[in-house]
């Protein structure tokens, strides 16, 4: 079995993950500093006879954690877009780490981005960036905020354009 070995290795790769303000270090912070005013407080009521409520601070501080934790698992998602000569793939892994791998070949490629504008923020339609081809379709970057999907568009279609243009030469 003879191949082509030029055409099997990636031109480009381009890797996409949600982005989240707060790193683990300041997540860190965020506890520490929240605990202690928590505590504080609780003190106060513990000084003045109200010690139930230390339980409930303590339950406060419960539910922030856990609202960070799921937050920091939800952007465990990610996708790899990689180009050859001759293919787009994509492989989509989510919050858990489960993928799903979309390939589609490069000539008949094309790359929407719908609805072309960004719509307003009150409005419930988002903006999509999809690649199909022959039929089959598959959505990039759903969890990148509206403003990115349009660079993203675009950098993936410059991405299957350099990819047909290598393989051009090479023939």
Not at 33 to 56: D, E, K, M, N
Not at 97 to 125: C, K, Q
Request: net charge positive.
């Amino acid at each position: 079995m003879s191949y082509d070995r030029a055409k099997l290795e990636p031109l480009e790769r381009l890797t996409i993950w949600p982005h989240r303000s707060l790193s683990p270090k300041g997540f860190a912070i965020v506890i520490t500093l929240l605990a202690g005013l928590l505590s504080s407080i609780g003190i106060g009521f513990f000084l003045a006879g109200a010690w139930p409520v230390i339980g409930f601070l303590g339950l406060e501080l419960l539910v922030v954690w856990s609202a960070f934790k799921l937050n920091y698992r939800a952007a465990k998602a990610h996708e790899n877009i990689e180009t050859t000569t001759e293919m787009l793939k994509v492989k989509h892994t989510d919050k858990y780490g489960n993928s799903a791998i979309s390939e589609f070949p490069v000539d008949w490629l094309r790359v929407h981005l719908s609805p072309p504008v960004v719509p307003s923020i009150s409005s419930r339609y988002q903006q999509r960036v999809m690649v199909s081809s022959h039929g089959v379709k598959t959505e990039i970057g759903a969890f990148l905020h509206p403003g990115e999907k349009a660079k993203l568009s675009g950098e993936i279609d410059g991405m299957i354009k350099r990819s047909r243009a290598a393989r051009d030469n090479i023939a």
